[in-house]
T-cell receptor
Framework: NAGVTQTPKFQVLKTGQSMTLQCAQD?????MSWYRQDPGMGLRLIHY???????DQGEVPNGYNVSRSTTEDFPLRLLSAAPSQTSVYFC????????????FGPGTRLTVT | GNSVTQMEGPVTLSEEAFLTINCTYT??????LFWYVQYPGEGLQLLLK?????DKGSNKGFEATYRKETTSFHLEKGSVQVSDSAVYFC????????????FGKGTTLSVSS
Protein backbone atom coordinates (compact mmCIF):
# COMPACT_ATOMS: atom_id res chain seq x y z
CA ASN A 1 0.00 0.00 0.00
CA ALA A 2 1.21 3.49 -0.83
CA GLY A 3 -1.03 4.99 1.87
CA VAL A 4 -1.85 8.66 1.31
CA THR A 5 0.01 10.35 -1.52
CA GLN A 6 0.13 14.05 -2.33
CA THR A 7 1.41 15.90 -5.36
CA PRO A 8 3.21 18.15 -5.88
CA LYS A 9 5.63 18.32 -2.94
CA PHE A 10 6.49 21.95 -3.58
CA GLN A 11 4.75 24.65 -5.59
CA VAL A 12 5.27 28.36 -6.17
CA LEU A 13 2.35 30.38 -7.53
CA LYS A 14 1.82 34.00 -8.40
CA THR A 15 -1.11 35.85 -6.90
CA GLY A 16 -4.26 35.15 -8.89
CA GLN A 17 -3.11 31.86 -10.39
CA SER A 18 -5.12 28.70 -9.88
CA MET A 19 -3.96 25.19 -9.16
CA THR A 20 -5.07 21.82 -7.83
CA LEU A 21 -3.35 19.92 -5.06
CA GLN A 22 -3.78 16.23 -5.58
CA CYS A 23 -4.47 13.67 -2.88
CA ALA A 24 -5.03 9.94 -3.28
CA GLN A 25 -5.35 7.01 -0.89
CA ASP A 26 -5.38 3.29 -1.55
CA UNK A 27 -6.83 2.10 1.75
CA UNK A 28 -10.50 2.35 0.74
CA UNK A 29 -11.14 4.93 3.44
CA UNK A 30 -14.48 6.70 3.49
CA UNK A 31 -13.24 9.80 5.25
CA MET A 32 -10.76 12.25 3.73
CA SER A 33 -9.76 15.74 4.76
CA TRP A 34 -7.49 18.67 3.99
CA TYR A 35 -5.58 20.71 6.55
CA ARG A 36 -3.26 23.64 6.35
CA GLN A 37 -0.37 24.07 8.78
CA ASP A 38 0.91 27.51 9.65
CA PRO A 39 3.47 28.48 12.31
CA GLY A 40 1.83 28.93 15.70
CA MET A 41 -1.59 27.90 14.36
CA GLY A 42 -1.36 24.13 14.39
CA LEU A 43 -3.40 22.29 11.78
CA ARG A 44 -6.64 23.85 10.66
CA LEU A 45 -9.29 21.92 8.77
CA ILE A 46 -10.16 23.28 5.31
CA HIS A 47 -12.64 20.74 3.89
CA TYR A 48 -13.55 17.16 4.51
CA UNK A 49 -15.53 14.35 2.91
CA UNK A 50 -17.33 11.36 4.42
CA UNK A 51 -17.64 9.55 1.11
CA UNK A 52 -17.80 9.92 -2.65
CA UNK A 53 -20.09 12.79 -3.60
CA UNK A 54 -20.22 14.23 -0.07
CA UNK A 55 -18.09 17.15 1.10
CA ASP A 56 -18.34 19.73 3.84
CA GLN A 57 -16.52 22.81 5.04
CA GLY A 58 -14.08 22.93 7.88
CA GLU A 59 -12.72 25.83 9.89
CA VAL A 60 -11.01 27.76 7.05
CA PRO A 61 -12.75 26.92 3.73
CA ASN A 62 -12.63 30.32 2.02
CA GLY A 63 -10.61 30.36 -1.19
CA TYR A 64 -10.64 26.57 -1.57
CA ASN A 65 -12.89 24.14 -3.42
CA VAL A 66 -13.06 20.37 -3.20
CA SER A 67 -14.92 17.52 -4.86
CA ARG A 68 -15.00 13.78 -4.24
CA SER A 69 -15.92 11.85 -7.34
CA THR A 70 -14.19 8.64 -6.27
CA THR A 71 -13.33 7.03 -2.95
CA GLU A 72 -9.61 7.26 -3.72
CA ASP A 73 -9.17 10.91 -4.73
CA PHE A 74 -9.83 14.19 -2.96
CA PRO A 75 -8.29 17.14 -4.84
CA LEU A 76 -8.08 20.63 -3.35
CA ARG A 77 -8.49 23.56 -5.74
CA LEU A 78 -7.23 27.07 -5.24
CA LEU A 79 -9.23 29.22 -7.62
CA SER A 80 -7.29 32.48 -7.29
CA ALA A 81 -4.22 32.13 -5.10
CA ALA A 82 -3.43 34.78 -2.48
CA PRO A 83 -0.28 35.26 -0.36
CA SER A 84 -2.38 34.33 2.71
CA GLN A 85 -2.62 30.82 1.26
CA THR A 86 1.13 30.29 1.61
CA SER A 87 1.23 27.25 3.85
CA VAL A 88 1.93 23.55 4.11
CA TYR A 89 -1.08 21.48 3.09
CA PHE A 90 -1.77 18.01 4.41
CA CYS A 91 -4.29 15.51 3.17
CA UNK A 92 -5.51 12.76 5.49
CA UNK A 93 -7.77 9.74 5.26
CA UNK A 94 -9.31 7.25 7.64
CA UNK A 95 -12.45 5.45 8.68
CA UNK A 96 -15.45 7.61 9.51
CA UNK A 97 -15.96 6.25 13.00
CA UNK A 98 -14.88 8.59 15.75
CA UNK A 99 -12.43 6.14 17.33
CA UNK A 100 -10.34 5.85 14.20
CA UNK A 101 -7.17 7.77 13.52
CA UNK A 102 -6.37 9.70 10.38
CA UNK A 103 -3.44 8.80 8.14
CA PHE A 104 -1.55 11.76 6.75
CA GLY A 105 0.20 12.37 3.48
CA PRO A 106 3.69 13.92 3.32
CA GLY A 107 2.40 17.42 2.61
CA THR A 108 2.61 20.04 -0.11
CA ARG A 109 4.52 23.24 0.59
CA LEU A 110 2.86 26.08 -1.29
CA THR A 111 4.27 29.58 -1.67
CA VAL A 112 2.19 32.36 -3.21
CA THR A 113 4.12 35.46 -4.24
CA GLY B 1 -17.74 23.53 19.49
CA ASN B 2 -14.93 21.09 20.06
CA SER B 3 -11.50 22.47 20.83
CA VAL B 4 -8.09 21.43 22.11
CA THR B 5 -5.65 23.49 24.15
CA GLN B 6 -2.09 22.34 24.67
CA MET B 7 0.86 23.93 26.38
CA GLU B 8 2.93 26.26 24.31
CA GLY B 9 6.50 25.42 23.60
CA PRO B 10 9.17 25.11 22.90
CA VAL B 11 10.03 22.55 25.53
CA THR B 12 13.76 22.04 25.89
CA LEU B 13 15.03 19.03 27.82
CA SER B 14 18.21 17.11 28.37
CA GLU B 15 18.39 13.47 27.40
CA GLU B 16 16.81 11.12 30.00
CA ALA B 17 14.68 13.91 31.49
CA PHE B 18 10.99 13.43 32.25
CA LEU B 19 8.54 14.89 29.77
CA THR B 20 5.02 16.19 30.29
CA ILE B 21 3.05 18.03 27.64
CA ASN B 22 -0.30 19.22 28.90
CA CYS B 23 -3.47 18.93 26.82
CA THR B 24 -7.03 19.82 27.76
CA TYR B 25 -10.12 19.66 25.63
CA THR B 26 -13.66 20.93 25.28
CA UNK B 27 -16.20 18.65 23.66
CA UNK B 28 -19.76 17.47 23.92
CA UNK B 29 -20.24 13.83 24.72
CA UNK B 30 -17.31 11.46 24.79
CA UNK B 31 -14.72 12.22 22.13
CA UNK B 32 -11.77 10.06 21.17
CA LEU B 33 -8.37 11.59 21.98
CA PHE B 34 -5.12 11.33 20.07
CA TRP B 35 -1.49 12.39 20.17
CA TYR B 36 0.25 12.83 16.84
CA VAL B 37 3.96 13.47 16.27
CA GLN B 38 5.60 15.35 13.41
CA TYR B 39 9.31 14.84 12.84
CA PRO B 40 11.18 17.55 10.92
CA GLY B 41 10.19 17.69 7.27
CA GLU B 42 7.60 14.95 7.58
CA GLY B 43 3.85 14.53 7.83
CA LEU B 44 2.01 13.64 11.00
CA GLN B 45 1.88 10.13 12.38
CA LEU B 46 -0.22 8.73 15.16
CA LEU B 47 1.65 8.29 18.43
CA LEU B 48 -1.14 6.98 20.66
CA LYS B 49 -4.86 7.22 21.26
CA UNK B 50 -7.59 6.61 23.85
CA UNK B 51 -11.23 6.21 23.01
CA UNK B 52 -12.99 6.24 26.37
CA UNK B 53 -12.60 7.66 29.85
CA UNK B 54 -9.75 6.20 31.96
CA ASP B 55 -8.18 4.53 28.92
CA LYS B 56 -4.41 4.80 28.75
CA GLY B 57 -2.77 5.03 25.35
CA SER B 58 0.89 4.08 25.09
CA ASN B 59 3.55 3.73 22.43
CA LYS B 60 7.36 4.05 22.22
CA GLY B 61 7.56 4.85 25.95
CA PHE B 62 4.98 7.64 25.72
CA GLU B 63 1.76 7.46 27.70
CA ALA B 64 -1.42 9.50 28.06
CA THR B 65 -4.53 8.84 30.14
CA TYR B 66 -8.02 10.00 29.15
CA ARG B 67 -9.29 11.95 32.17
CA LYS B 68 -12.94 12.84 31.79
CA GLU B 69 -13.17 14.59 35.14
CA THR B 70 -10.43 17.07 34.26
CA THR B 71 -11.00 16.94 30.46
CA SER B 72 -7.30 16.26 29.99
CA PHE B 73 -5.01 13.97 28.01
CA HIS B 74 -1.48 14.87 29.09
CA LEU B 75 1.44 13.24 27.28
CA GLU B 76 4.26 11.81 29.41
CA LYS B 77 7.53 9.99 28.90
CA GLY B 78 9.84 8.92 31.65
CA SER B 79 13.16 9.36 29.82
CA VAL B 80 13.35 11.30 26.59
CA GLN B 81 15.92 10.74 23.85
CA VAL B 82 17.39 13.08 21.26
CA SER B 83 15.36 11.18 18.66
CA ASP B 84 12.14 12.34 20.38
CA SER B 85 12.76 15.89 19.19
CA ALA B 86 9.66 16.73 17.16
CA VAL B 87 6.38 18.64 17.25
CA TYR B 88 3.61 16.96 19.25
CA PHE B 89 -0.06 17.57 18.55
CA CYS B 90 -2.99 16.72 20.78
CA UNK B 91 -6.22 16.09 18.88
CA UNK B 92 -9.79 14.99 19.42
CA UNK B 93 -12.55 13.53 17.34
CA UNK B 94 -16.15 14.01 18.38
CA UNK B 95 -18.31 10.96 19.16
CA UNK B 96 -20.48 11.14 16.04
CA UNK B 97 -19.36 9.22 12.97
CA UNK B 98 -17.88 11.41 10.28
CA UNK B 99 -16.69 14.15 12.58
CA UNK B 100 -13.40 15.87 11.92
CA UNK B 101 -10.13 15.55 13.80
CA UNK B 102 -9.50 18.82 15.66
CA PHE B 103 -5.93 19.70 16.61
CA GLY B 104 -4.21 21.77 19.23
CA LYS B 105 -1.53 24.20 18.08
CA GLY B 106 1.35 21.81 18.68
CA THR B 107 4.25 21.75 21.13
CA THR B 108 7.83 21.67 19.91
CA LEU B 109 10.13 19.41 21.90
CA SER B 110 13.88 19.76 21.64
CA VAL B 111 16.07 17.20 23.42
CA SER B 112 19.81 17.73 23.74
CA SER B 113 22.46 15.18 24.60
Amino acid sequence: NAGVTQTPKFQVLKTGQSMTLQCAQDMNHEYMSWYRQDPGMGLRLIHYSVGAGITDQGEVPNGYNVSRSTTEDFPLRLLSAAPSQTSVYFCASGESGSTYEQYFGPGTRLTVT
Amino acid sequence: GNSVTQMEGPVTLSEEAFLTINCTYTATGYPSLFWYVQYPGEGLQLLLKATKADDKGSNKGFEATYRKETTSFHLEKGSVQVSDSAVYFCALRGPQAGTALIFGKGTTLSVSS
